[in-house]
């Protein structure tokens, strides 16, 4: 397993993919702020002599808070979900596979490694824009609560892994990346809407998470209602993890 992760952590850091997630977190986390800030502004040159027809209200750092986790769950999944199914799928539209996986190569070992590189790359990229968004916030609104930028960074990555669940699953039972990628974009859609529904046994489901992350940082959220959610997310990231490994240990060389 050592060596896959560093022969992965290598391939990653030869490509673009490592550089890309650091990069452009780091850019969203600068302009979050600056957005939340600015915002009343831009609309009122916008809209031109009709913006003395609406009341924009002043800027506090929640508005911080939401526009940046509006980006990453926007801008920045959509990056993971690109780079993500190119990760899983690209030695099998290479046709490398008969190669790789004649040699003693646990298939298992070989999938897990690609998903663990893939998100411990995320979770750090994460942790640093997280350090560079508490910075600019704090820079300019005079305040930033720490705790509650961590967990919107963590329960975010909580979210992102169920995403690499779907992306992984996609590239293991579809040949062709543009097929992988739109599954995984519609998969990415049906969690989505959940959010759109209020039956109540809904409210403990994947697609739920970026409601209660708004909740978390308001310091409005209910506890359990939190951990339900993380863990029925966790389960069925889990779930589609295990489908992917069984499809991929199915594998025909021939």
């Known amino acids: 397993m050592k060596k896959l992760l560093?022969?992965?952590?290598?391939?990653l850091k030869r490509t673009s993919?490592?550089?890309i997630f650091p990069v452009?977190?780091?850019i969203l986390a600068v302009l979050s702020p600056l957005t939340a800030r600015y915002l009343n502004e831009i609309l009122a040159f916008s809209l031109g002599d009709q913006a003395g027809m609406f009341n924009f209200p002043d800027p506090v750092v929640f508005d911080s808070y939401v526009e940046y986790l509006s980006n990453l769950s926007d801008i920045y999944l959509y990056v993971i979900i690109f780079i993500g199914v190119g990760t899983?799928?690209?030695d099998k539209t290479k046709g490398l596979?008969?190669?790789i996986l004649s040699k003693p190569i646990n298939r298992v070992k070989y999938l897990l490694s690609k998903y663990m590189t893939l998100s411990s790359l995320i979770f750090v990229s994460l942790m640093v824009g997280m350090l560079v968004f508490?910075?600019?916030t704090y820079y300019i609104f005079g305040e930033v609560d720490l705790l509650n930028v961590f967990l919107l960074s963590l329960l975010y990555f909580i979210y992102v892994e169920l995403i690499l669940a779907i992306a992984m699953f996609s590239a293991m039972y579809f040949k062709s990346y543009i097929t992988a990628v739109m599954i995984t974009f519609a998969g990415y859609i049906l969690v989505s809407l959940i959010n759109v529904f209020s039956f109540e046994f809904l409210k403990y489901m994947p697609g739920m998470i970026s409601s209660n992350i708004i909740q978390v940082i308001s310091n409005s959220a209910s506890t359990p209602d939190v951990i339900y959610n993380v863990v029925v997310t966790l389960v069925i990231t889990g779930l589609l993890v295990v489908l992917s490994i069984t499809k991929f240990?199915?594998?025909d060389l021939n």
Do not use: E
């Open 6 to 11: 560093k022969y992965d952590y290598q391939y």
């Open 17 to 19: 993919k490592f550089i």
């Open 24 to 26: 452009v977190i780091i």
């Open 88 to 90: 899983f799928i690209n």
């Open 97 to 99: 596979y008969p190669l």
């Open 134 to 136: 508490s910075f600019y």
């Open 249 to 251: 240990k199915k594998y």
